[in-house]
């Protein structure tokens, strides 16, 4: 029992300051960890903080330029894996092994075009795993023709922020419509994907300011940059993981971030 206790003990700031994700990082390593990201500048030009979380970029040479200058990541899980085919629709998860253990573990993905090998590769790796898939259009056929052993449930919605208004030509819903209408509001979702052709700038704030504990935000970033997204993202806890630019559309970047407790960054 003693050994026990000892053992715990050892990983014991892991699990604390990610609220029971890792549970195998040694204390040593762990504060290696925490002070990387505590000390990663995030800004090219950090003097004016102020400044660059109110910019705004449409140019899609001047949005590449500064997704090549800011916010690098700042955080290695152990065991990130990329989930999916190497081609668009690919994710890079962080340790998605750990999903294998969380009972009733749940995944949002908002936008499949049709595509779910992403959701398919995740079932995978941890089938114990309840899959929600958002799209304002239906998609049951290519689901039942391309995966037809997917478990995965779709939702004939996408999503649209709570200060957005509605759009005449397609159902929208907004996040706390959805985790009502499917009973979601207490559950934590392990990971919420997005690529939704730049719905993420005007829906992540109802991500952050939901009550449910978002453990993993997979998300690709189109067209534009809106700055505060990332001060937001990081002030929230997350910390970035991985991060992708995309080559062949300039002014796009897939991102992967990781919801800390507020313990990682100011315990001891």
């Known amino acids: 029992a003693a050994a026990s206790v000892g053992r715990d003990e050892e990983y014991s700031l892991a699990l604390r300051d990610s609220v029971g994700f890792f549970d195998d990082i040694r204390n040593e390593d762990w504060r290696r960890k925490r002070q990387a990201a505590r000390s990663a500048q995030h800004l ?3 003097s004016d903080v102020d400044k660059n979380k109110k910019r705004v970029f449409q140019r899609l040479g001047n949005a590449a330029r500064w997704y090549y200058n800011n916010w690098q990541p700042s955080f290695a899980c152990p065991h990130d894996r990329l989930v999916g085919p190497i081609r ?13 253990k969380r009972q009733d573990c749940l995944v949002y993905s908002l936008g499949s075009f049709g595509d779910f090998s992403f959701e398919a590769a995740l079932q995978q ?3 114990n795993c309840e899959i929600h898939v958002f799209d304002d259009k239906d998609y049951q056929e290519d689901l039942m023709k391309d995966y037809p052993n997917l478990a995965a449930t779709l939702h004939p919605w996408s999503m649209r922020g709570t200060n957005s208004s509605k759009d005449a030509e397609k159902p929208t819903k907004t ?6 209408e499917l ?10 994907k997005a690529d939704c052709e730049s719905c993420e700038w005007e829906v992540y704030p109802d991500w952050l300011s939901a009550p449910n504990e978002i453990t993993q ?15 937001d993202f990081h002030d929230a806890g997350y910390v970035i993981f991985h991060k992708e630019p995309n080559l062949i559309y300039q002014g796009g970047c897939e991102w992967s971030f990781l919801k800390l407790g507020r313990s990682f960054w100011r315990g001891r």
């Open 44 to 46: 090219a030009d950090p």
């Open 88 to 100: 668009d629709g690919h994710k890079f998860v962080c340790d998605p092994h750990r999903l294998r």
């Open 175 to 180: 996040f706390p419509e959805i985790l009502k």
């Open 217 to 231: 935000i997979l998300m690709e970033s189109h067209l534009s940059v809106q700055a505060q997204l990332f001060q």
């Open 183 to 192: 009973g979601h509001e207490s559950r934590r979702i392990d990971i919420l």
């Open 125 to 127: 790796i941890a089938p």
